[in-house]
Nanobody
Framework: QVQLVESGGGLVQPGGSLRLSCAAS????????TGWYRQAPGKQRELVAT???????NYVDSVKGRFTISRDNARNTVYLQMNSLKPEDTAVYYC?????????WGRGTQVTVSS
């Protein structure tokens, strides 16, 4: 059974930082492209960052220079370090793992940026 479990969300003030983690089980983690998506109230889910099996990372323009995606294949875990957070970063953040036709999601973790 495949599971992706996110953690690390919470309430933070503007300018603050959070580190999200996503622990995977039931898959050969190293061959998957892993990513973080987010969905704000009333908006569509959007891609935030991806980390491929060959070590490449990509980011949506709105988070470049502030967020960093990384992963530890030995721990089957992908991370999202979020710095200089803004109120517009408020959303539910979802972990994703994709390999060819296989696509898995976590249940999400809430991130709220507010003073």
């Amino acid at each position: 059974q495949v599971q992706l479990v996110e953690s690390g969300g919470g309430l933070v003030q503007p300018g603050g930082s959070l580190r999200l983690s996503c622990a995977a089980s039931g898959i050969i983690f190293s061959i998957y492209t892993t990513g973080w998506y987010r969905q704000a109230p009333g908006k569509q889910r959007e891609l935030v960052a991806t980390f491929t099996s060959d070590g490449s990372s990509n980011y949506v323009d709105s988070v470049k220079g502030r967020f960093t995606i990384s992963r530890d294949n030995a721990r089957n875990t992908v991370y999202l370090q979020m710095n200089s957070l803004k109120p517009e970063d408020t959303a539910v953040y979802y972990c994703n793992a994709n390999f060819q036709l296989l696509n898995f999601w976590g249940r999400g973790t809430q991130v709220t940026v507010s003073s």
